[in-house]
Structures are given as structure tokens and as C-alpha cells.
């Protein structure tokens, strides 16, 4: 089993449009949280941090399910410039601020259509 | 201010051949990480740095792979007998582990290694 699943879509939605995602992780002891966005061909930027409390950032809002190890990213509104492929990722603190190894899922893509 | 910086951003080589990819992270930035992505695919992690040493290696395919970083700073991926799977992008991050918002990870432009 990999350790963060995502269902690698293609979502294709209008514009307007809420559009959910979802993430799976394998080990219970993961400790943070976060979805990335890709554009095609480009780098991954950080999107939005994951809170058991939830974390509303404008559109875009990441939850996380600790016991059924599940992390969602909604986003409200679709606009054609939100069409990217979006990461989940999930990582152990190493201590203190630091962080070990970072673990992307394959990503979702999606596709926001006139 | 200047971002990650990696060299070659293309890298065509023949199979059996090795290859040297670097990486000059942010200044100031302790944490460095390597990743490679297969197309349409998410990123697999090779391995990380804090300061010179590599806590975590675990990702790194086999032993013909290998990652140093020397004075905290510059990093070098070095693949040797390249096989036609190595081929894929390899992309170099950093953060500060003190100034950067929790989950970041500043990433370079990759370097596109295509293995004939």
C-alpha cells in the first residue's frame, strides 16, 4: 500500500463550481499535513496547511480525519486558474522546527472548464 | 531574492553513463531535499539534508544512487550506470527550518534527465 493515496482524477469541472479532494495515508503516526499545487511543468508551491480543526484559506479549505487517516481539500468557487495538479502531502516532525522526510501523494488533477 | 538554483535544467545521457546533478539551495537554508518525478507522476523522495548529513536515505532506488552535501550548502545527486528508468525530473528543495511557515518547501526548476 503507498503511503499517501490520491484519486489521480481527472476532475473537470466549470467555473463556479465546488470541487472536493480527498487523501488517504497510511501511517498512523504522521504528524503534519499539507496540500501543494503543481502547474504544469512547474515547481510545486504550498497551498494550505491540514488541521484536525480545519484551515480556511480564502476558497480553498484542508481538513483532516486523524482516525480514519483521510485529508480533504475543498474549493469553492472554481476559477480557471485554480486548473493545476494538486498534492497531498503528509511528514513527521524530525523535532523542533524541523521536518524529515516529506511524502507527496501522486497528486489530483484538475481541470476548470468556461 | 535568488531561489533554488539547480544545473544541468536539461541532461540528455546515454545509458551506462553517470551523471552529476546539482543543487544550490536558498542561503541559509539547512534543510535540502531531493525528489524525482516520472511523468504524470507525483514526487518520489530520494533524500534529505540536515546541514551535511542525511538523516533519511531511505528513497534512494539503489546503489548506484547517490547525494552529498558539502559545507551545508551545494548538493550533488550523482547517478551512476544511468539505466533508462532513471529518466524523469529531478527536483531539488529547501527550507529554514526557523522562517519558513510550516510544510514549505522552496523547490528549484528540476533538472530533466533523459536517459537514451
Known amino acids: 500500500r503507498k503511503e499517501v493515496e490520491q484519486d489521480p482524477g481527472p476532475f473537470n469541472v466549470p467555473e463556479g463550481a465546488t470541487v472536493a479532494f480527498n487523501c488517504t495515508y497510511s501511517n498512523s503516526a504522521s504528524q503534519s499535513f499539507f496540500w501543494y499545487r503543481q502547474d504544469c511543468r512547474k515547481e510545486p508551491k504550498l497551498l494550505v496547511s491540514v488541521y484536525s480543526s480545519g484551515n480556511e484559506d480564502g476558497r480553498f479549505t484542508a481538513q483532516l480525519n486523524r482516525a480514519s487517516q483521510y485529508i480533504s481539500l475543498l474549493i469553492r468557487d472554481s476559477k480557471l486558474s485554480d486548473s493545476a495538479t494538486y498534492l497531498c502531502v503528509v511528514t513527521f516532525n524530525a523535532g523542533g522546527t524541523s521536518y524529515g522526510k516529506l511524502t507527496f501523494g501522486q497528486g489530483t488533477i484538475l481541470t476548470v472548464h468556461p | 531574492g535568488a531561489g533554488v538554483s539547480q544545473s544541468p535544467s536539461n541532461k540528455v545521457t546515454e545509458k551506462g553513463k553517470d551523471v552529476e546533478l546539482r543543487c544550490d539551495p536558498i542561503?541559509?537554508?539547512?534543510?535540502l531535499y531531493w525528489y524525482r518525478q516520472s511523468l504524470g507522476q507525483g514526487l518520489e523522495f530520494l533524500i534529505y539534508f540536515q546541514g551535511n548529513s542525511a538523516p533519511d536515505k531511505s528513497g534512494l532506488p539503489s546503489d548506484r544512487f547517490s547525494a552529498e552535501r558539502t559545507g551545508g550548502s551545494v548538493s550533488t545527486l550523482t547517478i551512476q550506470r544511468t539505466q533508462q528508468e532513471d529518466s524523469a525530473v529531478y527536483l531539488c528543495a529547501s527550507r529554514h527550518n526557523l522562517r519558513d511557515k510550516a510544510g514549505t518547501l522552496h523547490f528549484g526548476n528540476g533538472t530533466r534527465l533523459t536517459v537514451t
Open positions: 542561503s541559509g537554508h539547512t534543510a
